[in-house]
């Protein structure tokens, strides 16, 4: 992608839907008239008066402890320097966005304008009442450094400046690692920072914490190398201030061990890194552009350990490891403070778990096949969703160890489960879709890619490396839309199945359809003719192996579409007949739900036979279905033949695949609801189990829930996936969005890898 088209699709992304990216989400009922007179008057007074009678009653009737304030005056944001309030906001809002996603805390981002430090102080003072904790963000240095003094001396809540600690821990934890890895001791390894501002002051003394020695250290500034003889230093500087005779970063590189910068993009030469000591460690951290780029720095020496502040880059040397968990920690056990002992307790458990085996699903959420502690991963990936269950508890041990905890935790492994659950509900499963696509990218057709959303999506999916498209549709139209969204043609197969260029493909598929319909009362003449209909050239395109699978529908009814698939690409092996299942992200996390969209009103077998195909689905998500068969009627407690349906499926289902967890006939709310279940009904297969899968009586039911989930609960829904094909084709519903365009053409690469990894088995039993 081009700088330019880069610089548009951050803009977007920023701009569209809505502008921003976060917004506040009531967690109360708020439907009637009395959940109003509850949440608000007079309601609410009652736990305003418990709260004036005990102000600790704040933490257990207002969301304040579970609320951070994300505070900048915009003086130095990322490496752009001081750029004001309202242009930090972005990067304030963006640190709200990680917060949420990696810990579950709330932000509200507050950007403040002044520069004075005694008006900055009293407002973060004045509104800090609202908040659990107070992380600052983006302020420069010196005053970076009164200001969290002050604060944290004045206020009995955790307050971090993100980019003096939360940097420190993640580049020291980086640190240990690289040294070991070197087998360079710290004692006595070489230091040079570039940058003397809060990161790179912050991160020094926790190196010289670890022991590091203050004569190897050397600091520079915007004026060179700090010196003990230079003028109007700051008490800061005047800390890391040498008397050896070195004036340039140039200088200071010369036989160092390791780099640490932390000022501005582009200031370190190839020159300089080669004139480094041998296996030189070098965290070139300034966002959002380091001191020397990545690539340029891994081809100037080879025993280099390279790590910047970015997440294209392998070692992602970044705060967004630091401050969610330790802020996650510091409020679980309702910390006065975050201080050092809870700081070197994120460096040590960040430190370990880079050594321990990284669990697939950060593999494939990276694109690595194989991530090992060692050069390239000295550090934890922001994605590890271990980092969530590990670096909490240990700020929180440290928190109550050091006597700053005033609520203890007791129950750790309770702890450890709530802190899972807490991660459970967020779009993970997307992003789990999306990552396994790209592991292995396939060929898929667009079936209607002279509309702009297919198009769009398209072009997503290339530029993400998800599938490489196959364009089909008026070229002319593609070509014109492709100009419009700067999506390049030259990378792209576009194929019009009306134009003369394809009459060669379009007659060999012609022969190819009449060969096996000829008796049929299908001509060679009508085979030509179909073959002009884009859905039918599509599903000859992946029997034929010219792709391998199709997304097709956007513009078209169901049937109509459904129609052709079958036709000519038919069941799979063993399948008896097509079903569809829809994922819909709820708040209590994704629920598959089928038949969406083929069976109206399946008999007892049928619905077994659905319900069977639903699980294998489920699995190819990497996710073990446990199912509920939906019915009106709990456990035969109708006879109407609706419910026996119902019951008989089951009943099917249990003989023949006992393994499966599935029951029923269930109403939905003893299915959804864990409790009620076990108290009505103790003797359920599911009991114990949270219900994942629904499969319903008929296509009235299916249907009508996922849209009436989709309409009034805005879940996301990815569907309808198709089942018992014999390839991957996939319909999508009409008029879909470009992101659910986007996931479907997740879900048919998925689909195809599976059907490459039967095929390869199906081979190699046959050869054996
Ligand atoms: N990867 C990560 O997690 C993080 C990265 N950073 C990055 O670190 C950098 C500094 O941030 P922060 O400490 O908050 O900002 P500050 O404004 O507090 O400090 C900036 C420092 O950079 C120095 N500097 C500017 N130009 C040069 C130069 N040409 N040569 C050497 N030093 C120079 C300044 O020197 P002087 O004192 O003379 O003005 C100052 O000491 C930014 O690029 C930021 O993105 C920050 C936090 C986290
Ligand atoms: C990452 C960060 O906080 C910074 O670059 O300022
Ligand atoms: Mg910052």
């Known amino acids: 992608m081009s700088i330019e088209s880069k610089r548009r699709e951050a803009l977007i992304y920023h701009a569209k839907p809505t502008p921003g990216k976060i917004k506040v989400v009531p967690t109360k009922k708020y439907a009637t008239q009395r959940d109003l007179s ?59 966005l990680l917060f949420k996603i990696f810990a579950d805390i709330d932000v509200f981002d507050i950007e403040v304008d002044t520069k004075d430090v005694d008006a ?16 600052l963000e983006d302020i420069k240095a010196p005053e970076a450094f009164e200001i969290e003094r002050r604060l944290k001396e004045e206020l009995d809540i955790p307050v971090m400046h993100d980019d003096q600690h939360g940097t420190a821990i993640i580049s020291a934890a980086a640190l240990i690692n690289a040294l070991e890895l070197t087998d360079k001791k710290v004692e006595e390894a070489k230091i040079v920072i ?60 010369v036989n160092a061990d390791v780099f640490v910068g932390l000022s501005m993009a582009n200031l370190v030469t190839p020159k300089m890194l080669l004139s480094m000591a041998k296996d030189p460690i070098v965290f070139a951290m300034a966002n959002p552009d380091p001191e020397i780029d990545y690539n340029l720095a891994i081809q100037t020496r080879e ?24 802020f996650r920690g510091a409020l679980d056990v309702r910390a006065t403070s975050i201080n050092e002992e809870m700081k070197m307790a994120a460096v040590k458990a960040l430190a370990a778990l880079a050594k321990e085996p990284v669990p697939e699903q950060v593999n494939i959420a990276y694109g690595e096949t194989r991530l090992n502690f060692g050069r390239d991963y000295i550090i934890p990936k922001p994605f590890d969703p271990r980092l969530i269950a590990k670096v909490p508890p240990a700020v929180a041990k440290a928190a109550m160890e050091s006597g700053v905890a005033t609520e203890p935790i007791y129950d750790w492994e309770k702890y450890e489960d709530e802190l899972l659950e807490r991660m459970g509900n967020d779009n993970k499963l997307v992003r789990l879709l999306l ?25 997503t999916v290339m530029e993400e490396g998800i599938a490489f498209p196959i364009l089909l549709g008026r070229k002319d139209i593609i070509l014109e839309l492709m100009s419009e969204l700067d999506f390049d043609p030259n990378d792209i197969t576009i194929i019009d199945p009306k134009a003369d260029e394809e009459i060669e493909r379009k007659n060999r598929y012609a022969k190819k359809y009449w060969e096996t319909n000829n008796r049929k009362g299908i001509t060679l003449y009508d085979a030509e003719k179909l073959m002009r209909e884009r859905n039918y050239f599509a599903a000859m395109m992946v029997n034929e192996g010219d792709a391998d699978a199709l997304l097709s529908g956007y513009s078209r009814s169901y049937p109509s579409v459904v129609k052709p698939m079958l036709e000519l690409v038919g069941l799979a092996k063993g399948a008896t007949r097509i079903a569809t299942m829809n994922v819909m992200m709820t708040n209590k996390g994704p629920l598959f739900i089928s038949d969406t969209s083929i069976n109206i009103d399946p008999s007892s077998k049928e619905l077994a036979k659905i319900a069977q195909m639903t699980a294998k689905t489920v699995e190819m998500f990497g996710i073990t279905p446990v199912m509920a068969m939906i019915s009106y009627a709990n456990f035969g407690s109708s006879k109407h033949p609706n419910a026996s349906k119902v019951k008989e499926a089951v009943s099917y289902l249990h003989r023949y695949y006992p393994d499966l967890l599935v029951d029923g006939e269930l109403q939905m709310d ?34 009508s829930t996922y849209k009436l989930l989709k309409e009034v609960n805005n879940s996301e829904s990815i569907g309808p996936i198709m089942m018992g094909m014999r390839k991957p084709v996939h319909i999508l519903q009409l008029g879909a969005s470009v992101e659910e365009i986007v996931n479907m053409a997740a879900v048919a690469v998925i689909d195809a890898q599976e059907k490459e990894k039967r095929d390869r088995n199906h081979e190699l039993l046959s050869n054996s």
């Open 38 to 96: 509850l949440a608000y008057s007079p309601g609410v007074a009652e736990p305003c008066l418990e709260i004036e009678k005990d102000v600790s009653n704040v933490y257990r009737y207002t969301a304040k402890g579970n609320l951070v304030a994300v505070i900048s005056n915009g003086t130095a944001v990322l490496g752009l320097g001081d750029i004001g309030p309202e242009a930090s906001k972005p990067v304030m809002e963006g640190k709200g």
């Open 194 to 253: 570039s940058g003397a501002g809060a990161a790179a002051i912050s991160c020094t003394r926790l190196y010289k914490a670890l022991g590091a020695d203050p004569k190897n250290i050397v600091m520079t500034d915007s004026k060179g190398v700090i010196r003990s003889d230079r003028d109007h230093l700051s008490v800061e500087k005047k800390e890391f201030a040498t008397s050896r005779d070195l004036h340039s970063l140039e200088d200071a590189m």
């Open 435 to 459: 990552d396994r696509a790209r592991t292995n990218p396939k060929k898929v057709v667009f079936a209607e890619a002279d509309h702009l959303d297919v198009l769009k999506a398209a072009q």
């Open 670 to 703: 003893f299915a959804l609801n864990r409790k009620m279940r076990k108290e009505k009904f103790p003797f359920s297969k599911l009991n114990g189990k949270k219900v994942n899968t629904l499969v319903f009586p008929s296509l009235d039911s299916a249907n």
């Open 303 to 326: 025993d280099l350990i390279m790590a910047t502040g970015r997440s294209d880059n392998p070692n992602q040397v970044n705060n967004v490891l630091g401050f969610p968990f330790i």
């Open 120 to 135: 900055f102080i009293e407002t973060v003072k004045n509104i800090a009442p609202t908040f659990g904790g107070i992380n």
